[in-house]
């Protein structure tokens, strides 16, 4: 993708993350890792506040006119809503895939091609294009995205799931992400961090 010159709006910048490592990291005595069953989830609230690097007239973030979404979003690598959860009496959590966030979203934002900075706490966002650095910095985030070069995640109770990932960096407690193509590159830290392609990671029962 090509990056272009962007204007932070609003009064934090977006720090690309460094991944040291194609491992999982995991704090010695003070976090849990995991890249498969969870045990956290997230509570969505309807505010939103994104500060993105905005450099065109039409970027930015728009309301959606509701909040249920249908169909195979290809160009974002949409997965069928057939699949969004474990088959009831199974015992199971639900899974993380891309159909049961969009079932919440309340907002769409844009890259434009350059960074994104999630800031309000409860949102529940879809970034309708490819981005080269998606950071989500407030607690109880859901998001879904596209094409993301480095996914960076500053915070508790986030879920989050993008269609292609380069490398992925997890600090927070109650962590889940999953991406639905590539092989990204992870560092995590934390307790209850779950991670790992569409079909593997799991919610709460209530999640």
Do not use: I, K, N
């Not at 890792?33 to 969505?44: C, K, L, N």
């Not at 409860?122 to 998001?143: F, H, K, N, P, W």
């Amino acid at each position: 993708m090509t990056r272009r010159p962007r204007t932070v709006v609003g009064a934090r910048a977006v720090v690309a993350p460094v991944v040291v490592t194609a491992a999982v990291a995991v704090l010695a005595g003070a976090c849990s890792v995991r890249v498969v069953d969870a045990d956290a989830t997230a509570t969505p609230t309807d505010e939103l506040a994104v500060h993105a690097e905005t450099g065109a007239d039409d970027g930015g973030v728009q309301p959606v006119p509701a909040p249920t979404r249908s169909g195979d979003r290809r160009g974002l690598g949409g997965t069928p809503a057939a699949t969004a959860g474990a088959p009831r009496g199974s015992g199971l959590p639900p899974l993380l895939e891309r159909a049961g966030l969009q079932e919440s979203v309340t907002q769409t934002a844009t890259c434009g091609g350059g960074d994104l900075t999630v800031v309000e706490v409860g949102a529940t966002v879809e970034v309708t294009d490819d981005c080269a650095t998606l950071s989500v910095q407030s607690a109880d985030t859901r998001v879904v995205a596209g094409r993301v070069e480095h996914l960076v995640v500053e915070a508790a109770g986030v879920q989050a799931v993008v269609a292609d990932v380069g490398t992925v960096t997890v600090d927070g407690a109650g962590v889940r992400v999953a991406w639905e193509d590539g092989t990204p590159r992870v560092e995590a830290s934390g307790a209850d961090v779950s991670y790992g392609p569409v079909g593997v990671v799991r919610l709460d029962v209530d999640g």
